[in-house]
């Protein structure tokens, strides 16, 4: 039999959207909940699961683990993790599974607190320049944990007899390298302070769900953490926020689109500086209760810095804009009125997708890999549709934004990438009139 893997999508782009969609629950926040499940024998349930394949790809390889799941409906999920069999940490299906994603890494903190060891191959994600993992294991040896990397086999060993509380200052303030090192700290004896924590609204989500499973961290939401180590973790139930990489996701779509959309129940205190971000691109919306509401509005012009001078949008550590909304709003700019230099700090590939938009039309200058130029279209003319490959998740959500704004059809190739966190994009983008097709 011959399977064809439909990894395309086909769009027919310039025509306006309209009406309501739901956030889905947030990726990055599930890859770091899910991991803490290992850390309790109780059974923990979590609410608002994204249906994603990096979050089923966990959630597999947790079962592969020996961690017994239960669906309860769309998105409700109880799991428990009462035996596990480490042995699996070392077969050949674990090293390949692990590498297909991230959030993998994260199991390392918990069963190194609970079990003493962890191994992990290096993890996948997004190739969007060098991700190292230095945080994660110099945090984890401060703990007491004993290292191993194996360089032909790209796989990491750890383990400790005891972790024990202490006093570290992280080098730079990785958000899944807080996540491994508060999940093992949990477990730990004594106190440990962690300084240049990351605090994004995700780490605060795990360390509630963390508190609630019993353990003790003050700090929350700040860049100091101190967590007093327990002897055993609890149940609990969790609730994940919105996904507020999807939020700006769908704000752009709308401006880009000329649509008028409703978000519903963006928990828009948790949104920190995007709001602000697209408002600076001449972007309007209205709060309605909890929702986001844009209007559909043919033109929005790029705001200039006070002094007049060319507004730069960079990324930063929370509660900086987060990196992975950078090439959302550089696709937004290409039709604004003005200019923007778009400033990509904390990833050094993750412009080079400019090419496809240049070649859809927009005007770009990429300045280096780390800066871009959008000089808008103002809707001059609309962008054309063309064929190209999607080379990242945010890359591929912005190409999918041209290509709806765009005259004419695109084909959009690799489109696994944007499946990896943005839960049925078509159908959901179909409820809203856009003529899109998997092919
Ligand atoms: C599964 C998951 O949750 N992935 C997210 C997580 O990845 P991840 O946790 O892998 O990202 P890190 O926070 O470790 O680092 C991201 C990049 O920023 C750089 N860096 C980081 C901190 C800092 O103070 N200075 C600095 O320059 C790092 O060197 C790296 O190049 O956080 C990133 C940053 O928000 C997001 O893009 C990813 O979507
Ligand atoms: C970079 C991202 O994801 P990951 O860390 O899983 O590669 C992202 O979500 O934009």
Redesign the pocket.
């Known amino acids: 039999m011959n399977f064809r893997i439909m990894d395309s999508f086909e769009i027919i782009g310039g025509k306006p959207l309209k009406g309501e969609i739901i956030p889905q629950g947030a ?2 926040e599930a ?1 770091q909940v899910i991991s803490a499940v290992l850390l309790s024998e109780e059974k923990i349930t979590i609410e608002n699961v994204p249906d994603i394949k ?1 979050v089923n790809n966990l959630i597999n390889l947790l079962e592969d683990l020996g961690v017994a799941v239960q669906r309860h409906g769309k998105g409700s999920f109880a799991f428990q993790a009462k035996t596990i069999d480490l042995d699996y940490l070392r077969s050949e299906e674990f090293k390949r599974k692990g590498a297909a ?3 993998s890494i994260m199991i390392v903190g918990p069963l190194l607190a609970r079990f003493g060891k962890a191994w992990i191959p290096k993890p ?3 190739k ?1 320049g060098r ?1 190292r993992l230095d945080t994660h294991f110099i945090g984890l040896q401060k703990l007491g944990a004993r290292f191993d990397y194996d360089a032909s086999e790209s796989f990491f060993s750890l383990s400790a007899t005891e972790l024990k509380g202490t006093y570290m200052l992280l080098d730079e303030a990785s958000v ?1 390298g807080t996540a491994n090192i508060v999940m093992a700290a949990v477990l730990a004896k004594g106190v440990t302070t962690i300084y240049n924590a990351a605090c994004e609204p995700y780490i605060q989500q795990l360390c509630r769900m963390l508190t609630s499973m019993g353990a003790i961290i003050n700090g929350i939401g700040s860049n100091m953490l101190s967590i007093e180590g327990v002897d055993k973790l609890g149940g609990a139930s969790h609730r994940m926020l919105p996904d507020m ?1 999807e939020i700006g996701s769908f704000i752009g779509l709308a401006a880009m689109t000329r649509s008028e959309i409703t978000i519903k129940d963006v928990h828009y205190p948790e949104l920190g500086q995007i709001p602000g971000v697209f408002r600076k691109l001449g972007i309007h919306f209205e709060l309605r209760g909890d929702d986001i509401y844009i209007p559909s509005r043919d033109s929005y012009e790029i705001e200039t810095f006070i002094d007049g001078s060319i507004l730069t949008i960079a990324d930063a550590p929370w509660p900086g804009f987060t ?2 909304l950078l090439s959302i709003v550089l696709v937004v700019a290409t039709q604004a009125s003005g200019s923007v230099l778009i400033h990509q700090k904390m ?1 050094e590939s993750r412009l080079f997708f400019v090419d496809k938009l240049i070649d859809m039309g927009a005007r770009i200058i990429l300045c280096d890999p780390h800066r871009a130029n959008v000089i808008g279209l103002g809707r001059k003319y609309p962008l054309k549709g063309i064929e190209m490959t999607s080379p ?3 890359a591929g959500v912005s190409l999918l934004i041209a290509a709806l704004s765009a005259e004419g059809k695109s084909i959009i190739r690799n489109v696994s990438q944007i499946d ?2 943005y839960q049925d994009i078509e159908q959901r983008l179909q409820a809203l009139g856009a003529e899109i097709k998997r092919v």
């Open positions: 990726k990055n890859l990096d994603l991230r959030g996948g994600g997004d969007i991700r899944t990489i990196p992975d990833f990242d998740i945010r990896r966190g």
